[in-house]
């Protein structure tokens, strides 16, 4: 089973400021990487596909990239609308697995 | 616009059984690989269960290998998960969601979940 493990758990972040989120793999996965954003009470919601598509909604301030083993989540200008959970999650291998979630909030 | 909205949720004492369901709509449900994914309160996302679109590919996650069992009726538009055998441990919201196209097994549609309690 693959597993990811993503960093930091917690991210304290002020408005307008950049967060960087971390995925990494404990095998190579190539490309296959996807991004989910969750808000509670809410079904997560498709970011990324691909390590590096944005999902159709999304702004260009969401910026993702990587392959192999080593993959980031970019938010360049941190909105109120982004303090959520991010997961990642590899759809390479069999079982298909998520990280444990990093949360954003605001600092 | 996409659809899905489940159904079965409830509580269930340890050792029980129960049906979840998802009704799709707004897309070709035949052609989409479909899955349930899973969250403990509190917890992270757990993908528990794969169909592909005619239902000749399945897959599950080991911690309910043997007594989930996930199904589909194309002709009703429904994703069905039977999940026997229940644990404490099975409690979660599970989703509903639909995969963009085999072999791209991640979830560009999603649910709004229904809740599994299994508790004496």
């Known amino acids: 089973e693959i597993v990811l493990t993503q960093s930091p758990a917690t991210l304290s972040v002020s408005p307008g400021e950049r967060a960087t989120l971390s995925c990494r793999a404990s095998?190579?996965?190539?490309?296959?990487l996807a991004w989910y954003q969750q808000k509670p009470g809410q079904a997560p919601r498709l970011l990324v596909y691909?390590?590096?598509t944005r999902a159709t909604g999304f702004p260009a301030r969401f910026s993702a990239s990587g392959s192999g083993t080593e993959f980031t989540l970019t938010i360049s200008s941190l909105q109120s609308e982004d303090f959520a959970f991010y997961y990642c999650?590899?759809?390479?291998?069999?079982?298909?697995?998520f990280g444990g979630g990093t949360k954003v909030e605001i600092k | 616009e996409v659809q899905l909205l489940e159904s079965g949720g409830a509580l269930v004492q340890p050792g029980g059984s129960l049906t979840l369901s998802c009704a799709a709509s707004?897309?070709?449900?035949?052609?989409?690989?479909m899955n349930w994914v899973r969250q403990a309160p509190g917890k992270g996302l757990e993908w528990v269960s794969v169909?592909?679109?005619?239902?000749?590919?399945?897959y599950y996650a080991d911690s309910v290998k043997g007594r989930f069992t996930i199904s589909r009726d194309n002709s009703k538009n429904t994703l069905y998960l039977q999940m026997n055998s229940l644990r404490a441990e099975d409690t979660a919201v599970y989703y509903c969601?639909?995969?963009?196209?085999?072999?791209?097994?991640?979830?560009?549609?999603w649910g709004q979940g229904t809740l599994a309690t299994v508790s004496s």
């Open positions: 969601a639909k995969g963009p196209h085999w072999p791209n097994n991640y979830f560009d549609d």
């Open positions: 169909i592909s679109g005619s239902g000749n590919s399945i």
């Open positions: 095998q190579s996965i190539s490309s296959s």
């Open positions: 691909g390590a590096s």
């Open positions: 707004g897309f070709s449900f035949s052609i989409h690989a």
């Open positions: 999650q590899q759809y390479n291998n069999w079982p298909l697995t």
